[in-house]
């Protein structure tokens, strides 16, 4: 039995596929049939039931995993052992929202990348469930959503944050100077928001359609930097993570409009699959995210 062939099992059953797991882990699909023939005969039993083009585990593949996952764990604990005091060189693949990317990452991968030079750090944005689906197929090391707060047994959720979402507008909109102001107030304006698929733009129109309103937006992006350039320039309203603004609210380029009858909050929050070992890498990424605020 050899390390490569367990390696090779396990993708296959996060993959859920023999070519998808040959093409991630660079094999052709004939190698990786063949590893896993010789593994089956060298443990007597049958791991897979192959129907057509699908497959799943049988009751001693189901068994097996649990093994075959705790012997690569122990093996990945050796090697960072004897590495424990080297420097990180391992690369690392993040997945999280845009709005997160523009505000939350810099000075996190800037102090990352000062201290861990030797580490390629790829970043993939997406939405919270694009992003959850490639975790669960082991396509990221771990993701950094903002969202409801999530739970699943597959996952460790290792960092949870509170954060408010706000209506924000140009410092020159007449709605700076009232109070009390209602949502139905708003709608009389041109809004600049991101697509239905954004978790807090869906909210929206959830409270909205709740009240028998609804909002047409002038423009609908996922870019929310997009969203902010065209705030400064117009008289238009969104609603955004504060996290995404509070910069441009700081130097005076927008304002957050207070709004009586609606407010949301949603949670940052950092997962990686239990299946998935922690390396060092990834701890060193978790551990500056924690302390993110200190370090800007």
Not at 95 to 121: A, M
Not at 138 to 158: C, Q, S, T
Not at 194 to 216: G, I, P
Not at 254 to 264: E, G, K, R, T
Request: proline fraction near 3%; include cysteine.
């Amino acid at each position: 039995m050899e390390i490569r062939q367990l390696i090779s099992f396990v993708k296959i059953v996060q993959m859920k596929s023999f070519s998808r797991a040959a093409e991630d882990l660079g094999y052709s699909q004939s190698a990786l049939t063949v590893q896993i023939r010789l593994l089956e005969q060298e443990l007597n039993t049958r791991l897979f039931d192959r129907v057509g083009k699908q497959i799943a585990l049988t009751g001693q593949g189901q068994r097996f995993l649990t093994y075959a996952q705790t012997i690569l764990h122990e093996v990945n604990r050796a090697k960072l052992s004897l590495a424990e005091e080297g420097e990180l060189t391992d690369p690392l693949h993040i997945g999280t929202i845009e709005s997160l990317c523009f505000s939350r990452l810099p000075p996190i991968l800037h102090y990352f990348q000062k201290h861990h030079p030797k580490v390629t750090i790829r970043i993939t944005t997406g939405s919270p469930e694009e992003l959850m689906e490639m975790m669960e197929k082991n396509r990221l090391d771990l993701i950094y959503i903002l969202d409801e707060p999530r739970y699943h047994n597959h996952w460790n959720k290792v960092m949870e944050r509170k954060e408010e979402i706000v209506f924000v507008t140009s410092p020159e909109s007449l709605l700076n100077t009232e109070k009390d102001l209602q949502v139905e107030t708003l709608l009389k304006e041109p809004f600049f928001l991101t697509e239905k698929d954004a978790n807090y733009r869906r909210a929206l129109d959830q409270f909205l359609a709740s009240k028998n309103m609804v909002v047409t937006p002038a423009l609908e992006v996922s870019n929310t930097e997009f969203i902010i350039q065209m705030l400064r320039q117009n008289r238009g309203i969104s609603f955004l993570p504060r996290l995404a603004v509070q910069k441009n609210v700081e130097r005076g380029q927008l304002q957050i409009l207070h709004v009586a009858d609606f407010q949301l909050y949603m949670y940052g929050q950092i997962f990686y699959h239990k299946d998935k070992w922690k390396t060092r890498e990834m701890e060193a990424f978790i551990r500056l995210s924690q302390e993110e605020k200190n370090l800007c």
